[in-house]
């Protein structure tokens, strides 16, 4: 039983975690509120006073906005159909029972442990690349002209090498979910005349949809910031700059940090966005 | 129609023979039972018929027709199961409709048949809601009324009541008899417990190691054991199987007698014992004697007003136009 006693014994032992996270969160989020008022330019004159909305305004007006954000739903959208169709694929091969099934589990899992920097560099120079990455001598081999892919379809590349990265994941999390489907249920579908394709589509869909919304809805939080992947194969060209990728170039690039924060408070205005329609679902998911 | 014929049908997972081969005929219209301990192969027995495992030799045919390899959907059986297997996601109503909308079947006749299906089955109230609503029994009568729809040549029930609490069993044994005689088609029905064999069943299949040790209507394998393993398994409490001696002077090495055979007094009975632990049932009272002489403990059955106590000396006579005798090998001497 908690007695008034134990009750602020345990306040007192969490306020330190407490005051850690709170500050760990609050004091970006203010300080990014503070400069995305200001006119702040470090290296052409430092602090030059308060300006408004004009930060807000500018940002969204810039011709590179919009692309941007378009940019950005695709590679999300693009990375969670490709990483859901072959995690549930995947899910059903790997659920089936095997010769090494541990170490194939393991092969599947792997690319989840390449660091983002690492895997977007192996995947542009071993191959991309248009002179001697394995797709270009695959081309060739069949005759065709080597594609250049960071440049005839950069957006395509991306998602690509990030669905890569996190396929696991979802494979992972729908693999599990496959699993905990009761055996009995599919021999009476059998039996009721449910053919293979049905089966999957009447029971195992269903069972899986709860896991399918938990997948979308940690990639998507996750996926909204990916950076390292564009840094290192585009920099930002050809139409690959997300939302985050433009913040980094007003602040670092333009030397513009005020311009930069404002778009910092957008983005964490579409980021809850996101959050709070997923997370309706998933609570309306889980509620059944 | 439902007339359930097994040709020599073996079942073996690997090394393992877990069906050695066997024949039984199942007729049309008869509520056959398997019953036998745990790991006696009876679900196997059942899977095999409803084609979800493949047999290792040996034919199926229902109504006449080679099954063997025929795919279970198009058996034309409707099996029930022990966890129910409802579809949690789809109401009552779906459920119910689901084989049905796998067989195309048009929607108004659909509604005919899950209306009736749920009028039989009191479910008329719960159709719109999830499996996840219902209590254990409700669950039950709607996995029944899945397989009703389909009016299927032949039910098959996988212990459909070992998930429930005793009182719903006995409401539920009775209800799936009643369905039984109503409908009558072919029903086969699996479970452990001996008592659900006897009061639902038309032909009772004893099975263990996966042979059947004896197939008979339950008055037949209550009154004439075709063995030992069967002599102990019907009957509750269980037959007092007594060897040594007092077989060989009924010349027998094995004698059985059942409790409700035995009549218990205070002397003038030929054999002897102490009263051990007495079960009072009210209607009737089990007692468990000891030291008899006879070997194992003998268990009686007494009226429920006998009121014999723990360390009493009493007297037991048998009733010897009952008494079963079996030889070296456990098999009844006719």
Known sequence: ?288 | MGRIVLEQVSKSFGDTEVIPPLDLAIEDGEFAVFVGPSGCGKSTLLRLIAGLEDTSGGRILIDGEDATAVPPAKRGLAMVFQSYALYPHMTVRKNIAFPMRMAGIDRAEQDRRIEKAAAALNLTDYLHRRPGQLSGGQRQRVAIGRAIVREPAAFLFDEPLSNLDAALRVGMRLEISELHKRLDTTMIYVTHDQVEAMTMADKIVVLRAGVIEQVGSPLELYKTPRNTFVAGFIGSPKMNLIEGPEAQRHGAHTIGIRPEHIAVSAEGGPWSGVVGVSEHLGSDTFFHIHDTGLGDMITVRADGEVGFRHGDRVSLTPRMDVLHKFDANGLRIA
């Open chain 1, 1 to 288: 039983m908690a007695t008034q006693h134990s009750r602020s014994a345990a306040r007192a032992m969490m306020a330190p975690a407490v005051v850690l996270l709170l500050g760990w969160m609050l004091i970006p989020l203010g300080m990014t509120l503070y400069f995305s008022f200001k006119k702040y330019l470090p290296l052409r004159g430092g602090d030059l006073g308060w300006v408004g909305f004009e930060n807000y305004e500018r940002f969204v007006s810039s011709s590179a906005f919009w692309p941007s954000v378009q940019a950005t739903l695709i590679i999300v959208g693009g990375v969670l159909a490709i990483t859901v169709t072959l995690g549930i694929l995947f899910a059903l091969l790997l659920d089936q029972p095997m010769w090494g099934q541990g170490v194939v589990r393991i092969l599947v899992i792997a690319p989840f442990f390449v660091m983002p920097t690492v895997s977007a560099l192996v995947w542009k120079n071993m191959f991309m690349d248009p002179n001697n990455g394995l797709f270009a001598h695959l081309w060739r081999f069949f005759g065709a002209d080597p594609v250049v892919w960071l440049t005839e379809a950069p957006l395509f590349s991306i998602v690509l090498i990030v669905s890569w990265q996190w396929l696991p994941f979802a494979t992972l999390i729908l693999l599990t979910a496959i699993q905990s489907l009761d055996g009995e249920q599919l021999e009476a579908a059998e039996m009721d005349g449910a053919p293979t394709i049905k089966r999957f589509w009447y029971i195992i869909l269903p069972h899986l949809s709860r896991a399918i919304t938990i997948v979308i809805l940690i990639q998507t939080i996750f996926l909204l910031s990916i950076f390292a992947e564009i840094f290192v194969t585009t920099g930002g060209a050809f139409g690959t700059k997300t939302l985050t990728y433009l913040i980094y170039q007003r602040v670092l690039e333009s030397q513009n940090v005020g311009l930069g924060s404002a778009g910092g408070v957008y983005a964490i205005i579409l980021a809850n966005i996101v959050a709070i329609f997923l997370m309706r679902i998933v609570g309306k998911n889980l509620d059944a």
